[in-house]
């Protein structure tokens, strides 16, 4: 299936929601109108559509991180600079306190550059790393 909101393609029997963006996988029974009952009186509302624009595929590319750049930062976090590939990707507090504890003692530090070499580093909104 194709995401309407960014485009990427991926398998809506395995996700419930789009790896990349995150947004919810259409159910293909949903009705446009919601009903709600009140005091023995039944109300239905009308969802509003939202509207993405043609370029939000190309919007978010723009917002993706470069991993190689982060990889960098994490690997001068093993020279002492430690939390800066965690500040590049938004992460700010745990960026302030790898600065602050050496990178959880070189352990966290290790450990989020083995997941930057994977790929499975993500950024503090939830997106893939490029």
């Known amino acids: 299936m194709e995401c309407k909101y960014c485009g990427a393609v991926y398998d809506e ?3 419930a ?4 963006c995150g947004a919810p996988t259409p159910k293909p029974e949903e009705d446009d109108t919601v009903k709600v009952k ?6 239905e509302f009308e969802i509003p559509k939202v509207v993405i ?9 723009s ?3 470069n991993r190689f750049l982060a990889i960098l930062l994490c690997v001068l976090g093993l020279f002492g600079l430690a939390g800066l590939h965690r500040l590049y990707v938004g992460k700010y507090v745990s960026g302030i306190l ?7 003692f070189y352990i966290g530090t290790i450990c989020d550059l083995y997941a930057l070499s994977k790929g499975s580093f993500k950024t503090a909104d939830g997106l893939p790393l490029k």
Do not use: I, M, R, V
């Not at 929601?17 to 990349?20: Q, R």
């Not at 009140?38 to 109300?43: D, E, G, R």
């Not at 043609?54 to 590319?61: F, H, I, P, V």
């Not at 790898?98 to 959880?104: K, P």
């Open 13 to 15: 029997y395995k996700e």
């Open 17 to 20: 929601d789009c790896p990349y």
């Open 38 to 43: 009140f005091k023995q009186k039944t109300y």
């Open 53 to 61: 624009s043609t370029g939000a595929k190309e919007q978010l590319q």
């Open 63 to 65: 917002l993706q991180k």
């Open 98 to 104: 790898y600065f602050l504890t050496a990178g959880g």
